[in-house]
C-alpha cells in the first residue's frame, strides 16, 4: 500500500496525461493536458499558456498548487505544445480556443473553475469571464483591460525564426532571446521546460507549435486592444498579476483595473512580461489568494 502511495505522489507531482476530442467549424481536433493533484479535489484550476508556449509553462505553480490539495489541469492549446493542429490556420483565436476550454473543463467533471491565464491565456479567460463561463475565479498574469501593440510587436521581434534547430544549444538560445522577459528561474527548472517544448527532428530539434500561428500574433501588432467594457463586467474575483519592467501591462493599467470590485494586485519584482511564477516567492502570494477566495 506505501508503495502505491508513493507512486500516485509521484504521478501528481509530475502531472497525469490526458487528452480530449474536440469539435470546431466541422473539424476534429486533439487537445493534450496535464493534470495535477487530487483528481477528486474540491477545487480545480485550469491553467491557461501564452501564445507559442505550451502548458510547460505552469509546471512550478501547479506542482505548488496541488501539493496544497488543488486539482490543476494545464492544457495546451490548439497548434500548441502536444495538441493538434488545425488545417484552417484561420480557426486559430479565441472562438477555437474557448471552445477547446470548455471542453477541458467539461472533462474535469468541476461545475465551476478557478482559472490562470498568462499573457495569451489571460485575454481568452478576461473574455470567457465577461461571457459568463463558469469561473470561480479569476487570476491574470500580465495581461490587462488595455494592451498596447508595442508588446506584441516585442514579442513578434524576437520569435524564433525558424522551429527547427540542428542542436539543444541553438534551440535554448532562441527561446531564452523569447522569454527573456519573464524573469530569473533555475537551470535545472529551465532546461526541464526547454525539453518540454522541444521534440526530436532528424538529428535535431524542434519547437512545438504551428509556425502559422504567427498571423495572429502579427494581427495583433496593428492596433492597441482596449477591453475596459469587458472587464468591468466581469462578476468573479480576480487577481491580476504583473511583471515590475512590463510592456504589456502598464502599472497604471494595472492599478485601474483594481477599481472593480473584488480584484487585487500583485505586482512581481525583477522580471518584465509574463513572470514565471515557479519560485516559491512568486507562487505563495498566488496560492495564499486562491486559498482565501470562498469554495
Not at 505548488?64 to 488545417?87: I, K, N, Y
Not at 477555437?96 to 470548455?102: E, G, R
Not at 473574455?127 to 469561473?135: I, L
Request: aromatic share 10%; charged share 20%; proline share 6%.
Amino acid at each position: 500500500m506505501t508503495a502505491v502511495l508513493e507512486a500516485q505522489s509521484q504521478e501528481a507531482a509530475r502531472g497525469r496525461v490526458g487528452q480530449v476530442t474536440a469539435l470546431y467549424e466541422g473539424a476534429y481536433h486533439t487537445i493534450h493536458y496535464l493534470d495535477f493533484g487530487p483528481p477528486d479535489a474540491e477545487r480545480v484550476v485550469v491553467c491557461l499558456h501564452s501564445m507559442f508556449q505550451c502548458n510547460a509553462e505552469f509546471d512550478g505553480l501547479a506542482q505548488v498548487l496541488a501539493a496544497r490539495g488543488f486539482r490543476v489541469v494545464c492544457p495546451d492549446f490548439a497548434g500548441h505544445g502536444r495538441s493538434g493542429w488545425r488545417r484552417n490556420a484561420d480557426d486559430y483565436g479565441y472562438p477555437l480556443y474557448s471552445t477547446d476550454i470548455m471542453a477541458v473543463i467539461a472533462r474535469t467533471g468541476a461545475a465551476r473553475v478557478d482559472v490562470v491565464g498568462s499573457s495569451m491565456g489571460g485575454f481568452i479567460s478576461m473574455k470567457m469571464a465577461h461571457e459568463g463561463a463558469p469561473f470561480r475565479t479569476l487570476i491574470l498574469n500580465d495581461v490587462g483591460a488595455y494592451s498596447p501593440k508595442s508588446g506584441p510587436l516585442r514579442v513578434l521581434q524576437n520569435l524564433p525564426p525558424t522551429r527547427e534547430y540542428p542542436d539543444l544549444a541553438a534551440i535554448e538560445l532562441a527561446l531564452r532571446r523569447l522569454l527573456s522577459a519573464s524573469g530569473p528561474i533555475s537551470r535545472a527548472d529551465w532546461l526541464r521546460f526547454v525539453q518540454r517544448n522541444i521534440a526530436r527532428h532528424g538529428s535535431g530539434f524542434r519547437l512545438l507549435y504551428d509556425p502559422r500561428i504567427r498571423r495572429q500574433l502579427l494581427a495583433m501588432t496593428a492596433r492597441d486592444y482596449e477591453l475596459w467594457d469587458k472587464w468591468a463586467r466581469v462578476c468573479c474575483p480576480a487577481l491580476v498579476i504583473r511583471g515590475e519592467y512590463s510592456d504589456m501591462l502598464d502599472a497604471e493599467v494595472a492599478q485601474r483595473m483594481t477599481e472593480r470590485p473584488a480584484t487585487e494586485l500583485l505586482t512581481v519584482a525583477g522580471c518584465g512580461h509574463r513572470p514565471w511564477l515557479w519560485t516559491a516567492d512568486q507562487a505563495a502570494p498566488v496560492v495564499d489568494w486562491l486559498e482565501r477566495q470562498p469554495v
